[in-house]
């Protein structure tokens, strides 16, 4: 697999990730020998970054994840888990005795003495601004609790202060094809920084799969289900905050732009590889043989002029208007 730097973590991680969430809760029952396939087809099929939180089923995942590093201590694996989101979401939370009591957690739940990467999981905005914020994380990679830090963004306003920080390694920001605005600043500015970003969300919960229409049902435990409206956490991190039925036109005028030699998710899987600035893209899956076809995006070509034109025409016709100054 093709392989692209983290500068400021000075690491190299395959082009197509894995993101954990699914392994944790939120979407449906995961099984934990379900998850365990899930973990070995990827990096079998040359997945090296595992994306986790410490929130994804108060600890699941990183369990999880922990027990397969433990089965494959030499598949050169970099881990980035998250921090944050299992207290109230208040600045004055963001202190260092918190941030040691969370990391501690995370290196017990993941097995690992010094975490790869730790990151903000979607702060409030103030906590950007707050130098006190990020000389704490600077404590925690001194004390070797943490090899390096990155933060988790809403917004693209919230991406381009976290970029300006000398030590953040890397932004972690939804980007796909039915949410372009981080083309137009916060990937120029993460290059020229030298700093990492990771694409998630990629096929828009599932919306960029091409499975679902007006008939699909989602389970109660599903966020798809129960955030669909914002209930839960920010509306953007389910269908990517495009309303459903407009995010279904919109895939079903992206469908023939797909080649005969990938799927609707590949396609839109290396529509997010193809953008300049892109470290990692970490789709998510729930059984082995959806993580084998993501990581197997990245040997694709590719796409034409003609593809890339027409997905920009797609978004800004039907769906830029939803979505674009929102975040």
Request: aromatic residues 6%.
């Amino acid at each position: 697999m093709e392989q692209r730097s983290f500068n400021r973590l000075g690491r190299t991680v395959g082009v197509v990730g894995l993101g954990a969430w699914q392994l944790g809760a939120d979407w449906g029952t995961v099984s934990e020998a379900d998850a365990m396939a899930v973990l070995t087809a990827a990096v079998d099929a040359g997945v090296t970054f595992l994306d986790t939180a410490d929130v994804y089923g108060d600890g699941r995942s990183e369990q999880l994840i922990g027990r397969f590093l433990r089965s494959r201590p030499d598949a050169g694996l970099t881990v980035a888990t998250k921090m944050g989101r299992r207290v109230e979401q208040r600045p004055e939370a963001y202190t260092l005795a918190n941030f040691r009591q969370w990391t501690d957690r995370s290196r017990a739940n993941l097995g690992m003495d010094t975490l790869d990467l730790v990151q903000l999981h979607c702060p409030p905005t103030a906590a950007f601004a707050d130098d006190a914020v990020f000389d704490a994380l600077d404590t925690l990679v001194a004390e070797k609790a943490i090899a390096g830090y990155g933060v988790s963004v809403e917004t693209c306003d919230q991406a381009l202060t976290a970029i300006a920080r000398p030590g953040v390694a890397s932004v972690q920001i939804i980007l796909n094809a039915v949410r372009h605005k981080p083309l137009e600043q916060v990937l120029p500015a993460a290059a020229q920084a030298g700093v990492g970003i990771i694409a998630r969300v990629p096929l828009a919960s599932g919306l960029l799969s091409g499975r679902y229409d007006e008939n699909t049902e989602f389970p109660a435990d599903d966020h798809r289900n129960f955030n669909r409206h914002g209930a839960a956490f920010d509306v953007g991190e389910t269908f990517s905050g495009v309303d459903y039925e407009q995010g279904l036109a919109a895939v079903r005028r992206l469908a023939p732009l797909v080649d005969s030699d990938r799927t609707m998710a590949q396609f839109a899987l290396r529509w997010v590889l193809d953008q300049a600035g892109v470290t990692v893209v970490i789709p998510g899956a729930r059984d082995a043989e959806q993580a084998r076809r993501n990581a197997a995006a990245a040997d694709l070509p590719p796409l034409t002029a003609a593809q890339l034109t027409g997905v920009r025409e797609v978004y800004d016709e039907l769906i830029r208007p939803q979505v674009h100054d929102r975040w």
